[in-house]
Nanobody, 117 residues
Framework: EPQLVESGGGLVQPGGSLRLSCAASGFIFENYGMSWYRQSPGKEREWVAAITRTSDGSNPLYADSVKGRFTISRDNDERTLYLQMNSLKPEDTAVYFC????????WGQGTQVTVSS
């Protein structure tokens, strides 16, 4: 069964940067598109970014709210998904989750990102 483990969250000042990681196991990583989502208190979980499977070019896609500030990438050798977050804003504060659909959708446990001065 697919397993996803996020890391890299923390407290950062507005304008700062963080890089999130998602270690994947239990499926052939390079064969699947991967996504990042986030959820703030009292809000629904929202899609942030996605990257297509390797055979489709590993193309990135972004929500308008993060376009130009966040970069999604993947390392198939390390079976790891990344999210580089720059120019962070207080409204980026959320729990960030990575996700994959392998017949069913699977989620990691999430990592907290707090943007505050």
């Amino acid at each position: 069964e697919p397993q996803l483990v996020e890391s890299g969250g923390g407290l950062v000042q507005p304008g700062g940067s963080l890089r999130l990681s998602c270690a994947a196991s239990g499926f052939i990583f390079e064969n699947y598109g991967m996504s990042w989502y986030r959820q703030s208190p009292g809000k629904e979980r929202e899609w942030v970014a996605a990257i297509t499977r390797t055979s489709d070019g590993s193309n990135p896609l972004y929500a308008d709210s993060v376009k130009g500030r966040f970069t999604i990438s993947r390392d198939n050798d390390e079976r790891t998904l990344y999210l580089q977050m720059n120019s962070l804003k207080p409204e980026d504060t959320a729990v960030y989750f990575c996700s994959v659909v392998v017949f069913n959708r699977y989620w990691g446990q999430g990592t907290q990102v707090t943007v505050s001065s």
